[in-house]
């Protein structure tokens, strides 16, 4: 029992120094610069990592090319905000790890009880399940954080687009522009941007790009820029009516969940008020009646 329980402690230990590297993936930052010797360590902590990585790398690549369902996972891990694919098998093995603790922790508790092996199994399993949903759930409110987050920053996004644009600069300039200027007030937008940038310095076609990641953008106002970057570089137009009219969009369509917001917070508090307010209200205003009618019922059967 002590060597299963060290087992699930240093289980969950392993799972949360992963998911502490799968965010470190998620969100690098940079950092001061370091002597030649610690470079080099990390050069080659890092060449050793790519090592035992890489064909975990491409297994994962391969195999969300080829089931449907792990396209999906990946999809939404990576509009969680856990781009790539080492950020991805990085939060993946922790879940993993997690679930594995929590099937030792439950498999303990039912020894503990005194059970036979099959139901200690089964509360393992049980245990398991549950963690596994919470995990589900968790990422599903990342996922929710991360859109809410783009949403509030497309319209600041559009305005600098816009200025930026009627300067004269390209679209890489533009990109530049956005990535050096909007990288504290909007870092969400700005990590699109900045892969973005390196996929076009990269070789690729502009508008190729540009629509590859608006169809897999979870937020409404960024899909509807990129994609009118993307009409904007292959037509050559002007840009500024056609930003100008995006922000109106994306004002209304936040102007308009406010109000659905609003409106169902109305029929929420009506109902709270229907349900302990009317009651407390027919009480006081109701109750000196009814016990006087009692009292006169009493009188007459007396």
Same mark, same amino acid.
């Given at each position: 029992?002590?060597?299963?329980?060290?087992?699930?402690?240093?289980? #969950?230990?392993?799972?949360?120094?992963?998911?502490?590297?799968?965010?470190?993936?998620?969100? +690098?930052?940079?950092? +001061?610069?370091?002597?030649?010797?610690?470079?080099?360590?990390?050069?080659?902590?890092?060449? #050793?990592?790519?090592?035992?990585?890489?064909?975990?790398?491409?297994?994962?690549?391969?195999?969300?090319?080829?089931?449907?369902?792990?396209?999906? #996972?990946?999809?939404?891990?990576?509009? !969680?905000?856990?781009?790539?694919?080492?950020?991805?098998?990085?939060?993946?093995?922790?879940?993993?790890?997690?679930?594995?603790?929590?099937?030792?922790?439950?498999?303990?508790?039912?020894?503990?009880?005194?059970? !036979?092996? +099959?139901?200690?199994?089964?509360?393992?399993?049980?245990?398991?399940?549950?963690?596994?949903?919470?995990?589900?759930?968790?990422?599903?409110?990342?996922?929710?954080?991360?859109? !809410?987050?783009?949403?509030?920053?497309?319209?600041?996004?559009?305005?600098?687009?816009?200025?930026?644009?009627?300067?004269?600069?390209?679209?890489?300039?533009?990109?530049?522009?956005?990535?050096?200027?909007?990288?504290?007030?909007?870092?969400?937008?700005?990590?699109?941007?900045?892969?973005?940038?390196?996929?076009?310095?990269?070789?690729?076609?502009?508008?190729?790009?540009?629509?590859? =990641?608006?169809?897999?953008? +979870?937020?409404?106002?960024?899909?509807? =820029?990129?994609?009118?970057?993307?009409?904007?570089?292959?037509?050559?137009?002007?840009?500024?009516?056609?930003?100008?009219?995006?922000?109106?969009?994306?004002?209304?369509?936040?102007?308009?969940?406010?109000?659905?917001?609003?409106?169902?917070?109305?029929?929420?508090?009506?109902?709270?008020?229907?349900?302990?307010?009317?009651?407390?209200?027919?009480?006081?205003?109701?109750?000196?009646?009814?016990?006087?009618?009692?009292?006169?019922?009493?009188? #007459?059967?007396?």
């Amino acid at each position: 029992m002590t060597l299963l329980l060290t087992s699930s402690l240093l289980t #969950l230990v392993a799972a949360a120094l992963c998911l502490r590297l799968a965010r470190l993936v998620r969100s +690098p930052r940079r950092g +001061p610069r370091v002597s030649s010797g610690v470079a080099d360590h990390r050069r080659q902590a890092a060449a #050793l990592e790519a090592r035992l990585l890489g064909g975990g790398r491409v297994l994962w690549r391969r195999q969300t090319s080829d089931r449907p369902w792990l396209a999906e #996972l990946a999809l939404m891990l990576r509009q !969680a905000g856990y781009i790539g694919s080492r950020a991805q098998l990085y939060l993946l093995f922790a879940n993993a790890l997690i679930v594995f603790g929590v099937f030792s922790g439950g498999v303990l508790y039912g020894m503990q009880l005194g059970l !036979a092996w +099959p139901r200690v199994l089964v509360a393992g399993l049980a245990f398991a399940g549950a963690a596994a949903v919470m995990v589900w759930l968790w990422l599903k409110r990342c996922r929710q954080r991360r859109v !809410a987050r783009l949403d509030e920053e497309a319209d600041m996004v559009i305005q600098v687009t816009r200025m930026l644009w009627e300067s004269g600069m390209t679209l890489e300039g533009v990109l530049r522009g956005l990535i050096h200027n909007l990288d504290e007030a909007c870092p969400e937008s700005v990590r699109e941007l900045r892969l973005v940038l390196l996929r076009i310095e990269a070789g690729q076609a502009r508008e190729e790009v540009l629509e590859d =990641l608006a169809a897999i953008q +979870p937020s409404e106002g960024l899909e509807d =820029l990129l994609k009118l970057l993307a009409q904007i570089s292959a037509s050559g137009g002007g840009a500024r009516r056609a930003l100008l009219d995006l922000g109106h969009r994306l004002r209304d369509r936040r102007r308009l969940r406010i109000q659905e917001a609003v409106s169902s917070l109305s029929g929420k508090m009506s109902l709270v008020m229907m349900v302990f307010l009317f009651p407390a209200l027919l009480i006081v205003l109701a109750g000196p009646a009814v016990i006087n009618l009692g009292g006169m019922l009493g009188n #007459l059967g007396s």
